[in-house]
């Protein structure tokens, strides 16, 4: 089978290996859709973290292949959404639903091999954990493979609420922040704020969300004190992975306000400094996410197949695998919004 594997920096080769082996209690996926996302682009600029080389992408959907003789729950043929992290199984974390938080969890894509490959082999404990979902007919696989970075957004959204009547302002129109910003809308929020530095993703924005009202970075303190009556929001969520984002946060938000840090930072750039009396004296809650539950990459998919959440518009480049070095140096220099792998 043809699969992209990345040996190192800004090394991703186009090879031909074997179709993964599957054991008695795995699943073998043929991949459809498999998305670019920012962590991809960190490996191709530094490198993965684990075992090179990597098959990466985790943000996967596809067809089962071949069910291992002591599986249940699967048949070859079926359309599938695979959510890429799992755990030990047995920890707290695991057993309460908070497999991605286990401290033994692995993710395809990441620690073991994704999506960026014609087949992949789901391991044990992910089928055991129910990783694999099978879909519904209104959902793509496109659509399908997004529920991924949606539901890191819908574990933000649970975690810091989004309440009706609130002004919700998002810093960063990139993908994740178009995503956040229609989770807002959903969630019954008055009024919708995006800003960001680039005036093309701010004008893209406005185009796929309309209702939404977009604020020039440059103009933030003025538009923020207009739009709100000088209450200030009610929540930020910023989904940008840039300091002094974090740092500024504070000053927009008002009384008994709520901060979402949602963008991690680099390595070495997370110690940032913040005015911690905006926090107490404003009755602030400040909270992060990272990753999502199965249970909310399941709500995901049953929120994009039912219509009510849209996704498809995001996807504003596709490509065979063999493009994939392009495909990702394009996604590096922030061109477009989502860039998928068509396989
Ligand atoms: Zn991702
Ligand atoms: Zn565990």
Redesign the pocket.
């Known amino acids: 089978m043809k699969a992209a594997r990345l040996y190192g920096v800004e090394d991703i080769r186009i090879e031909d290996i074997a179709v993964p082996e599957i054991a008695e209690d795995e699943v073998l996926i043929k991949v459809k859709a498999s998305f670019i996302c920012g962590t991809d682009v960190r490996f191709y600029k530094n490198g993965s973290p684990s075992d090179q080389p990597l098959v990466a992408g985790h943000e996967i959907a596809g067809v089962v292949e071949k069910v291992g003789s002591r599986v249940g729950g699967y048949k070859p043929g079926m359309r599938v959404g695979v959510a890429p992290n799992y755990?030990?199984?047995?920890?707290?974390?695991?057993?309460s639903g908070n497999?991605h938080m286990?401290?033994?969890?692995k993710a395809l894509g990441v620690t073991v091999d994704g999506g960026f490959a014609e087949y992949m082999r789901v391991p044990a404990p992910a089928v055991a954990q129910g990783n694999i979902t099978e879909l519904e007919e209104t959902i793509s696989f496109e659509e399908a493979a997004l529920a991924e970075p949606l539901s890191c957004v819908y574990n933000a959204y649970e975690k810091i609420g989004i309440y009706p009547g609130d002004h919700v302002l998002v810093v960063g129109a990139g993908p994740i922040g178009l995503m956040h910003l229609r989770v807002a809308f959903l969630a019954g929020a008055a009024k919708v704020y995006v800003t960001d530095l680039s005036e093309e993703r701010l004008a893209l924005a406005k185009e796929l969300i309309p209702e939404v009202i977009t604020i020039p970075s440059g103009e933030l303190d003025e538009a923020v004190k207009k739009y709100t009556d000088g209450r200030l929001m009610d929540l930020i969520i910023t989904a940008a992975s840039v300091p002094v984002i974090q740092e500024t946060a504070f000053k927009y938000v008002g009384l008994n306000g709520r901060v979402m840090f949602f963008g991690g930072l680099p390595k070495g750039k997370s110690v940032v400094g913040l005015d911690t009396n905006e926090i107490h004296y404003k009755q602030l809650t400040v909270a992060g996410t990272t990753r999502q539950s199965l249970r909310q990459y399941r709500t995901c998919l049953k929120l994009i197949a039912s219509g009510r959440l849209k996704v498809s518009d995001l996807v504003t480049a596709s490509a065979p695998l063999d493009k994939i070095n392009d495909i990702i140096a394009n996604v590096a220099a922030g061109k477009g919004l989502k860039s998928v792998i068509t396989i």
């Open positions: 755990g030990c199984g047995v920890c707290d974390l695991c057993t497999s286990c401290k033994e969890s």
